[in-house]
């Protein structure tokens, strides 16, 4: 994908008309484009981008929004592409949003790519509470809990959450983390199982995992 695509991306996720990134993506899967990289090389660079313009006060939080919603758009037609192979389930993974964080675009990208991996998935969704991981811990038996945060503030709550999950559960899940401001320097220090930078490193990271034991 050249940087003039990028730019055609970029443009569609700022358009107030959701049909210029539904025309786009289509294009590109029509033009043959991996849909692996209509998502990284595309949507997630433009979005890059938008994050920074967000970040140097260029554009507001209703842009984003904007943005945000054509991401989705976007991201549910290559969907059906990348999860067109049925592979036998490896197991059972809970995932969510910390408590405090309403960011999901990527946590739904790691659990769409751990579905197409072949991982059974249970989304809990955003800003969810302790006793919602734990709860789902209990009854779903999982043996991977994947956190997602994209503040700084919020990314603090998963030291909160792991803690909690390992002092209730004799054979607790392994907890994997991820987001924008984690690293993989905070998720060791926060004794998390594992950290993956995008949600492919998300599905390589969970297999590992699984194949050194799960839990
Ligand atoms: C879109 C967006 C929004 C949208 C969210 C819409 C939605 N449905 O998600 C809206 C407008 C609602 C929003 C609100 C806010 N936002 Co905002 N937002 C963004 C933006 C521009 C993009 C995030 C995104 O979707 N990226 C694309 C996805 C694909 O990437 P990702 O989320 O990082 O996910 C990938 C990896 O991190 C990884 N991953 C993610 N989760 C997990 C989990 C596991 C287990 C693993 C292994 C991997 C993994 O895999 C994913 C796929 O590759 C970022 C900028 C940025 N650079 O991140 C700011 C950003 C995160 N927001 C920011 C801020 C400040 C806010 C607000 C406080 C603004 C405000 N004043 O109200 C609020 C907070 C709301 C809240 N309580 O959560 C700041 C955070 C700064 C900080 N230091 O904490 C950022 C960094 C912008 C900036 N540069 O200032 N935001």
Known sequence: MTLESIKLFYEALKNTDLSVIERLVKKCLDEQVPP?????????????????????????????????????????????????????????????????????????????????????????????????????????????????????????????VLISIRETFPDPPKIIVGGAPVTQKFAEEIGADGYGEDAIAAVELSNRLISQGGK
């Open 36 to 160: 692996i990289d209509i998502l990284n090389k595309g949507l997630i660079q433009a979005m890059g981008i938008i994050g920074q313009e967000f970040k140097a006060g260029q554009i507001w939080v209703p842009e984003v929004l904007l943005a945000a919603r054509n991401m989705h758009a976007g991201i549910n037609l290559i969907k059906p592409h990348l999860l067109k192979d049925k592979v036998p389930s490896k197991g059972k993974f809970v995932i969510g949003t910390v408590k405090g964080d309403i960011h999901d675009i990527g946590k739904n990208l790691v659990s769409m790519m751990m579905t197409g991996a072949g991982y059974q998935v249970i989304d809990l969704g955003i800003d969810v509470p302790r006793e919602s991981f734990l709860r789902a811990v209990a009854d779903e038996k999982p043996q991977l809990l994947g956190l997602s945060a994209l503040l700084t503030t919020t990314m603090l709550e998963m030291r909160e």
